[in-house]
């Protein structure tokens, strides 16, 4: 993992005080503003970079260390002495509701191993995973590791992060989802695929990038930037990237408006009219009949 710091006061535990707080104390007092103009930070500024990173690490990691400890509890009924039910001891005891109480103990798992992992690399794989791998990470990875085990959740996990150090938990939900099962076990036919998967990935639109009226004025534009002489200058210009970006936005368009299009190479495009319209032909090299 990261750099880390030491803290006074041993073993932290009932009635001793919480490593938060230690570590927090280890931070200081915020400056009012920075202590020096100097772009090389001081020694002073450099420790305390190294506390805050040690804080931060802390929250990051602490998910699984306490999905672990749940799991133990919960397991071995370590809470019968002051409550009846597993459910009661978590939500009394430490204001966790059974639904994250669980989602903390299905998660964790992956998480120890990815670190176990990547620990053993000498790569700097193991400071990635300290700064990416967050309980969302984890959680999408959950149904993989329930299909296919820990080792391919966590295995798919180190070689995202090789290769996208700015994993998000949506492209790791959605290489997860779509992983195939022959890739189990063989790291190297995984890495190429992943390598494809990364290339491939569009990221989800959002649903406040979702506006009606924007898309309406942008295929009104369209119409235009698309007329058969500006699509017969781009296929002057750069033939193969006009036809693929032309295939591209005819099966997207058509999947959109619900019609079936069939698309042949090496022929101008036909483009039905909407509504009885004219037929419109571009020189794509493709023609699309729906």
């Known amino acids: 993992m990261g750099q880390q710091i030491n803290l006074p006061g041993g073993p932290q535990g009932p009635g001793k005080p919480h490593t938060a707080l230690q570590l927090a104390r280890a931070i200081g007092t915020p400056p009012a503003r920075p202590l020096t103009d100097s772009p090389v930070p001081t020694s002073d500024e450099e420790r305390r970079l190294t506390a805050c990173e040690a804080a931060l690490e802390n929250l990051r990691i602490a998910f699984f260390a306490a999905g672990k400890a749940l799991q133990v509890i919960r397991d071995g009924k370590l809470y019968r002495k002051g409550f009846t039910t597993f459910e009661a001891y978590t939500l009394e005891r430490w204001d966790i509701t059974p639904q994250y109480a669980g989602k903390l103990i299905r998660s964790w798992r992956v998480a120890e191993v990815a670190f176990e992992k990547a620990a053993k690399e ?23 590791v329930e299909e296919h085990g820990v080792e391919a959740a966590a295995a798919l996990y180190l070689t995202l992060l090789k290769k996208d150090g700015k994993l998000t938990s949506a ?31 569009a990221p989800p639109v959002k649903a406040t990038e979702l506006d009606p009226a924007k898309t309406v004025r942008a ?6 930037a698309f007329a058969p002489a500006a699509v017969r200058a781009a296929l002057e210009h750069d033939p193969s990237g006009t036809r693929e970006a032309a295939r591209s936005l005819i099966l997207s368009l058509s999947e959109s408006a619900g019609l079936t299009v069939l ?21 794509t090299g493709l023609e699309a009949t729906a």
């Open 122 to 144: 000498s790569n700097g794989l193991e400071t990635a995973v300290s700064k990416r791998l967050g309980f969302t990470h984890a959680w999408v990875l959950v149904p993989l």
């Open 171 to 201: 492209l790791v939900a959605a290489a997860a989802a779509a992983m195939p099962v022959d890739l189990v076990g063989h790291p190297r036919k995984l890495e190429s695929w992943v390598e494809q998967f990364v290339l491939n990935y």
């Open 219 to 224: 295929l009104q534009k369209a119409s235009t």
């Open 263 to 283: 698309i042949e190479d090496d022929a101008p495009a036909v483009v039905p009219g909407a509504r009885g319209g004219d037929d419109v032909e571009a020189n």
